[in-house]
């Protein structure tokens, strides 16, 4: 009977840390889940609802996973580049995304909105692949993921703020997408400069 329960709470264990892993790595969507939970009139008594809709609530949760992921990847440039311009931007993601990430933070505690605590898989993945890369590929690579990422976050600014319902996350948007649009000039001058 000791060895059966033994077994039993080591499945159990493996089961919980296995949970406890996946979560981790979809961060993102394990927030779109509870904001969606949240998201419904039968359960604002024990999820205390939420203050968006749920499109303004999405718009919050990629917003932050774009956010979390720009910091993330400018503090492995720092580590991997000797190139000063892509410090120098590294340096800049680190601390406009991390400002840019705490307004968000704070409207989002404000309307009951759970956003991812970690990037998405998919960046974290981009980021174990870049942190193997030698120091010429991973500028390289680096720069281009920059510029990719910066133009969809800027179409994601652009659309909540002419789009979104909630006037907050409106002006935050509104706010937002110059910064944006200066990091990805910003960028692309490094790009045209590595030619």
Same mark, same amino acid.
């Given at each position: ?12 264990? $493996? %089961? ?9 790595? *979809? +961060?993102?969507?394990? +927030?779109?889940? /509870? =904001?969606? #939970? ?18 303004? +609530?999405?718009?919050?949760?990629? $917003?932050? =996973?774009?956010? /979390?992921?720009? %910091?993330?990847?400018?503090? /492995?440039?720092?580590?991997? #580049? ?5 410090? *120098?931007?590294?340096?800049?993601? %680190? ?10 933070? $704070?409207?989002?505690? $404000?309307?009951?909105?759970? &956003? ?13 692949? &870049?942190?193997? &890369? ?17 133009? !969809?976050? /800027? ?13 907050? &996350? ?20 490094? !790009?045209?400069?590595?030619?």
């Amino acid at each position: 009977m000791k060895k059966l329960s033994y077994v039993f709470m080591i499945s159990a264990a $493996a %089961v919980a840390f296995q949970s406890c892993n996946h979560g981790a790595k *979809d +961060a993102k969507d394990s +927030a779109d889940s /509870l =904001n969606k #939970t949240k998201d419904t009139t039968t359960n604002v008594a024990a999820t205390g609802g939420i203050a968006v809709t749920s499109d303004d +609530a999405k718009f919050a949760t990629t $917003a932050a =996973n774009g956010g /979390l992921a720009e %910091v993330a990847l400018g503090k /492995l440039a720092l580590t991997k #580049t000797t190139n000063q311009a892509i410090k *120098d931007f590294a340096n800049m993601m %680190v601390t406009d995304h991390s400002k840019i990430n705490d307004q968000l933070a $704070a409207i989002a505690k $404000a309307k009951n909105i759970t &956003l991812p605590a970690e990037p998405d898989s998919a960046h974290l993945k981009k980021a174990d692949d &870049l942190s193997k &890369l030698s120091e010429a590929d991973f500028d390289k690579q680096y720069v281009s993921a920059m510029i990719d990422g910066h133009k !969809k976050t /800027l179409d994601l600014m652009n659309d909540e703020a002419k789009n979104g319902k909630d006037s907050t &996350l409106k002006a935050f948007a509104a706010q937002t997408a110059p910064k944006v649009q200066m990091h990805l000039d910003a960028i692309n001058k490094i !790009k045209d400069n590595m030619k």
